[in-house]
């Protein structure tokens, strides 16, 4: 369509409303009102500014385009029409006449697109139509989308401020979590004449959900556990969290501990949410009969080695994971005898779950050819060299795919 001719009066009265136009639109984005009503006056402007009668606006929200007005007699409702590709297509970088691109009915009452685009990325196409004659030249077209700029600018820059407010939150979160998670972890653990332990935590995630204790009873006995629970984050930290105070709380009042599980399966039940549960190991080691009362909850099975003609023990006896039963369904507390120098190793199923690049898992049968060969290494090296030979046998190297908790403990 050949431009028209406009007189010099007509030009400056454009002018004018133009700038009645950018007026608007800026004192409304000033003014901070919710996007919805930025839409809103951006609608009204135009229609009231520059007489466009017809009015659809397409916006990329998370990667979809949602049509976010839609304006104008006899038109179409275009919230409910998706944008078609023949416009994301054709429409790049310049304004596109719509009877060029064959869409379909509905479109017939609009006239021209124009791409909304910052850093060469299209954020919004403004269509419009029933167009006064007088506004429908290439300068004017190039202001609706320097307005429309604005507007779409304006609105991006609130919800990447958003993004940033509801990340900097995410982060103080998570900084939280971090510190509660270390606040479980003791800081001392036995090294004496009777028994000597270790730990090792890895975690995959910012906010893992393994978890180790060892609390002492009295001057004879102490308590050690390690546990690990299902999903990470946040929600993980916190049943851990009720989890240890829960624990803590039983053994302060000296429940046995056949006790301590069931009360701590009730408390993980009524607590947990989204179908978390608890896998854990409970060890009471008396140093004065040398004897190791255990429940194991669905954990993985502790290495007991004992002296080199009797071999290993594995400690799978005990009940199911904490969390998914009212009340546990059986409850098993076993007792062993722990001969002078044995060696127990307690851990979660990151670090046997380990994959070669055959995809053949490094499992309980690698941690205990390593416990064989490292059976009298210090602890502290034990664990070091343990972790080492699972990275060389990962087929992604350094990374894994779950939290790693080892707890040894070297009985003298």
Sequence with gaps: MPEPTISIEKKLFLRERELGALLEITQAINHDPTEDSLYKIFQFTLLGQLNIRRLVLYVLEEGQWQCVVSFGADLADFRQVPLPEAIINACTSASCPIPSL?????????????????NGEV??????????MDYVSEEATKFLETLSNILIGAIENRRLGRQRVAAAAIRK????????????????????????????????????????????????????????????????????????????TLLRQQADLATVVAE?????????????????????????????????????????????????????????????????????????????RSLLLTYTDGLTEVFDKEGEEYGEEGVLRFLQRSRYVPLAKLHKELLKEIKCFNADGNHFADDITILSCRFK
């Excluded at 009797?310 to 409850?331: R, Y």
């Design 102 to 118: 064959n869409l379909g009915k509905e479109w017939k009452q609009l006239e021209t697109v124009i791409p909304v685009a910052q």
């Design 123 to 132: 954020l919004a196409y403004v269509l419009i139509g029933n167009v006064n």
């Design 173 to 248: 979160e998570i900084e939280i979590a971090q510190e509660v998670q270390t606040m479980l972890f003791p800081r001392h653990l036995p090294n004496n004449e009777y028994v000597a332990v270790h730990a090792s935590y890895v975690p995959h995630t910012a906010i893992g959900g393994d978890y180790y204790d060892v609390v002492p009873i009295d001057d004879d006995r102490f308590l050690f556990c390690v546990a690990d629970v299902s999903g990470k984050g946040v929600p993980a930290s916190l049943l851990m969290s009720n989890f240890q105070a829960g624990l803590r």
């Design 264 to 340: 701590l399966n009730n408390l993980i039940y009524r607590n947990a949410v989204s179908e978390k549960f608890i896998t854990a190991f409970f060890g009471l080691y008396n140093r004065t009969t040398r004897t190791l009362q255990y429940v194991n909850a669905g954990h993985n099975s502790p290495i007991m080695l004992l002296d080199e003609a009797e071999g290993f023990q594995l400690l799978a006896d005990g009940t199911t994971m904490l969390g998914i039963f009212d009340e546990l369904p059986f409850l098993n507390v076993q007792t062993v005898p722990v001969p002078p």
